[in-house]
């Protein structure tokens, strides 16, 4: 049965704040807020990105994240380095307290990816991935797959 491409963008639109949602209770959790949460766990695969691009797969403005930023380095979590090439920009490394709450984001989002899937058929979410990539693609050709903004949403 073919699914109306108007049904699928509200369900996409309405599982996306649901998972926010559910990443800010995780968040909460641990202590954190969902941006912190969300920047932990983009870090946690990216290190070394710079401000401005955390800003950007947060879809926030850079005030917003070095604000976050001043929290997540008061706790040890986020070193920033002055970028080697550029003395303007500063890049981000996770800090040296970092290593135990990234494990916990991780386990958190592992956790919450298989509480999601449980009952899922594997073909149905290889679809469903193939599918959510070629709308990313659609969206943002630009992006690789390691920029997928349906990781930073979730996270």
Known sequence: MAQDPLDLLYLLFDTAR??????GKRARARGLARGEFSALAI????????????????????????????????????????D???RRVWRLHPGPEAGKMTAAITAALADMALHLTDGLHPRAMDGLAVGL?????????????????LLQEVA
């Open 18 to 23: 649901l998972l926010r949602i559910e990443a």
């Open 43 to 82: 870090l946690a695969r990216a290190p070394g990105i710079t401000q401005r691009e955390l800003a950007q797969r947060l879809d926030v403005e850079p005030i917003t994240v070095a604000r976050l930023l001043d929290r997540l380095a008061a706790r040890g979590l986020v070193e920033r380095r002055p």
């Open 133 to 149: 990539r070629h709308i990313s693609g659609v969206l943002a050709p630009e992006a690789s797959a390691t920029h997928s903004p």
């Open 84 to 86: 080697p090439r550029d």
